[in-house]
């Protein structure tokens, strides 16, 4: 059973920095690319960033230069660095390996 795991969520001031990570159990990450999404109150999911088997990136035009994604495939782990964050990056993030189970998030909050 595929079950993945968000954490690392919190409150940060505009301008600040968080790591959020996804464990993942009953399957292998290191066999697929990892995706990062969020959802902000009142909109739809938003796609934020991939990291492919091989360790491309792709990250969507709003957070490029901010954010950073990674992946430690010995802890079947992948990480999502945020840096200078804004107010409108307040969301729930979840991870996907492109499959139909997703994890319950992590919440971000943005505020001062």
């Known amino acids: 059973q595929v079950q993945l795991v968000e954490s690392g969520g919190g409150l940060v001031q505009p301008g600040g920095s968080l790591r959020v990570s996804c464990a993942g159990s009953?399957?292998?990450?290191?066999?697929?690319?990892i995706h990062w999404y969020r959802q902000a109150p009142g909109k739809e999911r938003e796609w934020v960033a991939t990291?492919?088997?091989?360790?491309?990136?792709y990250y969507v035009e709003s957070v490029k230069g901010r954010f950073a994604i990674s992946r430690d495939n010995a802890k079947n782990t992948v990480y999502l660095q945020m840096n200078n964050l804004k107010a409108e990056d307040t969301a729930v993030y979840y991870c996907?390996?492109?499959?139909?189970?997703w994890g319950q998030g992590t919440q971000v909050t943005v505020s001062s």
């Open positions: 996907n390996a492109g499959t139909t189970t």
């Open positions: 990291i492919s088997r091989s360790g491309s990136t």
């Open positions: 009953g399957i292998i990450f290191s066999l697929y690319d």
